[in-house]
């Protein structure tokens, strides 16, 4: 997925506090649960949560556990209740040990130069690292669970924003590919009326309003941001019709497809909502 600043997908990487509770209506108490999750156990965070992961620090994630127990008792319990392979650093070539790592923890034995043993490490797969986060019995291991638990309601609210997201970018993008493909119009000049008039009917004012009252650039992109589901879908039905519109050689003006979709969609309270919400800040 993108995860860039102007990033078309929610992760749950990426997802802000702001954006979890104004755009995914978690409460406060569960957003702060997830940001502290990230800072508590960024061992298993930065990790687990990679498309690239390949295994958890055990020694790293038996710090951020807060585990009272020496970690040599602890890696010792863990081990007895998964899969082990022992390697011999020396002895076997990084692409091996890539290959050999099926188990759920990898035990490295790193040797000196005269061949003693200088220090065993421990990594888990992704996988194995939750399992063991979730079974320790602690404050931490508790905030794990509740973490995970919450990941399903977050995921299937993040899975349910990002079609329409990524649909109105690519929508907008038909217009303007069906406006240039008009040799006697202006497609550029076009297309900024018609933007004007997706606006207008899908939040009550025109971007001119909410640039010059509320400071915003970007309608479209301040309601992926901060404004609600419902908000955001129906900015996206008004500029999925206009592009409907756009297509029908019927249609041979800005202001028919305005009125088009006017009679269509009706008004909206959208921008006086948010204008009350800066009053009443000030």
């Known amino acids: 997925m993108i995860v860039d600043k102007g990033r078309r997908f929610y992760t749950l990487e990426n997802v802000s506090k702001k954006q979890m509770v104004q755009i ?23 990790e687990v949560d990679s498309e690239e992961a390949h295994s958890v620090n055990l020694r790293e994630l038996h710090k951020q556990l807060e585990v009272k127990d020496h970690f040599s008792d602890w890696i010792k319990r863990k081990s007895e209740r998964l899969q082990v392979v022992d390697l011999i650093e020396t002895d076997i070539s990084d692409r091996m040990k890539s290959i050999a ?19 065993i490490e421990y990594h888990a797969k992704p996988d194995a690292a939750k399992m063991i986060c979730m079974q320790e019995n602690n404050d931490v291991g508790d905030l794990v669970r509740r973490y995970f ?34 040799k006697t119009a202006n497609p550029v000049k076009i297309k900024s009326a018609l933007e004007r008039n997706v606006c207008l009917v899908a939040t009550g004012a025109v971007p001119k309003a909410w640039r010059d009252v ?35 050689p019927s249609v041979g003006s ?13 008004e909206s309270n959208i921008y006086d909502k948010y204008l009350s919400i800066q009053s009443a800040q000030k």
């Open 254 to 266: 800005v202001k028919l497809v305005a009125d088009q979709l006017k009679r269509v969609f009706g």
């Open 24 to 46: 995914f209506e978690i409460s406060q108490h569960e957003a702060g649960l997830v940001m502290k999750y990230r800072k508590k156990l960024p061992v298993l965070f930065d």
């Open 101 to 119: 790592y099926d188990a759920d923890i990898l035990k490295e034995t790193q040797l000196t130069a005269y061949g003693q043993v200088d220090r």
């Open 149 to 182: 638990l919450l990941c399903e309601k977050l995921l299937h609210r993040i899975a349910t924003r990002n079609p329409t997201r990524v649909s109105c970018i690519d929508t907008s993008n038909a217009i303007f590919k069906t406006l240039a493909a008009r």
């Open 214 to 248: 509320l400071g915003v650039k970007n309608v479209r992109d301040y309601l992926k941001h901060h404004g609600d589901r419902k908000e955001l879908q129906r900015y996206e039905e008004v500029l999925r019709s206009c592009d409907f519109l756009t297509k029908d």
